[in-house]
């Protein structure tokens, strides 16, 4: 224990998502050494982005308004709502120019050792957009990890009563990589979700 | 190959525990091992889509593992899957989050760093088999898990004579920090009371006598299962986080109408 605003420091920095204690006094100590100007603009962003940028109160992603801009957009089909865990996958997904649909960001996976279950992720939520029956499909665009297909393994088993077509994202290999290097599950998958050649 | 002088490789089989991000494309996977007991190691690249490491280090999957040993952390060099339970256990939440609190239950109960835990390896990886099989309720195969890797540990709990004087039993009554079933004389004030039932289904998952287990109704698992929780919290100091999130859904709810018609 240290005394006082060093304790409160390392205190607060261990409470940050991916920050042990050890970590946590790391980065205490090196801000105690830093140089003030760097310590007041590091301070100066973390008020603003408290500030300026909130959540969209429709579908959670970052927004600098009430709502974000793909809420806002009238031309974006309200019928198909895309299920993300952050923001950085509406991101990723809106590169792709393939998707004309709405989003839903969840806030994160279920992870339950980590101590993240159902109720810490903005799934209320989707239920309450879903509950009017604008949308009809559910594109549910978790990670293609552990955490990210067991939570859409239980959003899937949710909405199963409301009968919405839900689908998954397809996982398979990644494009430019060598078959030899896929792991069975990833190969499983891949076979799993072969498509058609209509040559 | 001057500078590999002194590095040393081992190798191993073991169940990934957890993983964390570790900088851009690193993670640290926490291993339960046959040989070497609970291991952390560096697994490189393993987050980038090309890596060869692919799904083989994500929780549950058993594999077959090369490391080298590393100043704090070891390395991962080189895995092959022995079983990926992930995708099965993912594939169905109770199963899922029963499978997670195995893992957390395991990491706990290791409590040294490569410290030789082969019991509790073989009790995860049977446990973990027999989640993914599917052919036994998840919450029976995780009670049953707890309650011998709990005894593992040194912790066993008294099913039939009185915990705290030895007078034969069945006793109804079950008291958590005695450490099983106690007689109406050593009784506790606060201590559970059990269901001769519940008695028998507890005895029969830390014996693994299945037959028995799968036969129990619904409303003397729900009884075992808060024992359970109760001896697990105790006994684990803080508690084991996951174990509130297991999903206890039965399939199609069928057997919890049967249990209401009994009741
Ligand atoms: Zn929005």
Known sequence: MYEGVVQDLIDELGRLPGVGPKGAQRIAFHLLAADPADVRRLAQVLIEVKEKVRFCRTCFNVAEAEECRICQDPRRDPSVLCVVEESKDVVAIEKTREFRGRYHVLGGAINPIEGIGPDDLRIRELMTRLADGTVTELILATDPNLEGEAT???????????????????????????????????????????????? | MAHTVGVSLYRDEGVVLRTQKLGEADRIVTLLTRDH???????????????????????????????????????????????????????????????????????????EEREPAVQQYLLLVGGLRALAGGEHDPGLVLDAYLLRSLSVAGYAPSFGACARCGAPGPHRAFAVPEGGAVCPDCRPPGSASLAPEATALLAALLTGDWAVADAAEPRYRREAQGIVAAYVQWHLERGLRSLRLVDRTTPEGGQTVRATGDA
């Open chain 1, 152 to 199: 859409a393994t239980y959003l899937a088993r949710l909405v199963k009563p409301m009968g919405l077509r839900v689908t998954r994202l397809a996982s398979g290999l990644p494009v430019g990589g060598d078959l030899e290097y896929a792991d069975e599950v990833t190969l499983g998958r891949a076979f799993e979700g072969r498509r058609l050649l209509d040559v």
């Open chain 2, 37 to 111: 007991g609970r291991v952390r190691a560096v697994a490189k690249g393993v987050r980038r889509t090309r890596s060869r490491f692919g799904s083989r280090l994500e929780p549950f999957t058993h594999v077959d593992v090369q490391l080298y040993v590393g100043r704090s952390l070891d390395v991962v060099t080189q895995v092959e899957t022995l079983a990926p339970y992930g995708a099965a256990l993912a594939a169905d939440y109770p199963r899922y989050t029963a499978g997670t609190a195995m893992l957390e239950t395991a990491e706990r109960l290791t409590v």
